[in-house]
Nanobody
Framework: QVQLVESGGGLVQAGGSLRLSCAASGRSIYRMGWFRQAPGKEREFVANIMWSTGVTYYTDSVKGRFTVSRDSAKNTVYLQMNSLKPEDTAAYYC???????????WGQGTQVTVSS
C-alpha cells in the first residue's frame, strides 16, 4: 500500500520561505501535488505536477511565489514556498494519484503558519 510522508512545515514570518517535501513509498505515480486547508475553510488545490512530463499547475494565488517540483529517483515531490503571506497559513496535504483512473492517496498533512 502506498504511503506518503510529509515534512517541512513550520512557523515563518511574512515574506519568508519554506520547503515542503512528500516522499511516496509506491512505484506508480501519475501525478502528485498539494492541497491546503485553513481553519474554517474548505480544502483547496495549491499545485501539482505530472510525473512523466513535469508539467505543473498552480492556483492563481500562489503563482510566482510557489514552485512544485519532483525527484523521480526518490519518488518525492517538493513545494518551495517563497514570499509567504499570512493567508498562506494552513495545513498542507500532499497527494498522489498512482494512475489516471485511480483515486488520490493523501498524506497526513503538515502545518504552515505565517506570522505578520
Amino acid at each position: 500500500q502506498v504511503q506518503l510522508v510529509e515534512s517541512g512545515g513550520g512557523l515563518v514570518q511574512a515574506g519568508g520561505s519554506l520547503r515542503l517535501s512528500c516522499a511516496a513509498s509506491g512505484r506508480s505515480i501519475y501525478r502528485m501535488g498539494w492541497f491546503r486547508q485553513a481553519p474554517g475553510k474548505e480544502r483547496e488545490f495549491v499545485a501539482n505536477i505530472m510525473w512523466s512530463t513535469g508539467v505543473t499547475y498552480y492556483t492563481d494565488s500562489v503563482k510566482g511565489r510557489f514552485t512544485v517540483s519532483r525527484d523521480s529517483a526518490k519518488n518525492t515531490v517538493y513545494l518551495q514556498m517563497n514570499s509567504l503571506k499570512p493567508e498562506d497559513t494552513a495545513a498542507y496535504y500532499c497527494y498522489l494519484r498512482p494512475r489516471f483512473s485511480d483515486p488520490e492517496i493523501w498524506g497526513q498533512g503538515t502545518q504552515v503558519t505565517v506570522s505578520s
